[in-house]
């Protein structure tokens, strides 16, 4: 999707807005990596850069409207804003107010659709959502995220037809740290054997 020095910056920026963070303290009872990419919301600079690439992406699809789910409008806005491009939100459940809308925002039947967003968190929830823009009449083009834990999420939304993309992977993540110094080779160490054993815990 990007090329690698798109992917090198990105991960700087994250790790330096401390979105993508590998605690010092050695304690057992901590992480020995954490990815909050909730804190882009707070780092406008790094979410604007962030969008950009999503967007030099995303431009080659042919589509109408940008859709972000509810726990991730920030991003998708951020796109819509920058590049003049109409955007829809998927709420995560009907308000109960109002006139109940699962869609909110100005669209019709058939037009085409870019789904943004930080992750795949939980492949079913993500069908929901996807299910729920379907359901109003509209096309998936495609899913874009920023980043790919490797826990399988990713190949769960395309075992349904659905494409699915990823800007950075895990591994990408770990790779630059480690060349740059930020991470040691312990550290390093440490992380590759939690996420061993998270890939196993998700396949079960």
Known sequence: MLDIKSKQKLIDL??????????KAKASAN???EIKLQYLTSQPKILHFTAKLLWSVIKKETFDLVAGPYTDIPLATTIALEYNWPMIFIRGERKDHGMGKLIE???STDQKVIVVDEEVRDPADTLQLLGRLEGSGLNIVGIYVLVDRGLGAIEAI?????????MITLNDIFVRLFETGKIS??????????FQNKRITSSI
Do not use: R, W
């Open 14 to 23: 994250l790790f330096s807005s401390g979105a993508i963070n590998f605690p």
């Open 31 to 33: 992480l020995p990596y």
């Open 105 to 107: 925002g100005n669209y």
């Open 158 to 166: 395309k075992s349904k037809g659905f494409k699915c993309e990823a």
């Open 185 to 194: 080779p312990d550290q390093l160490n440490q992380a590759k054997k939690y």
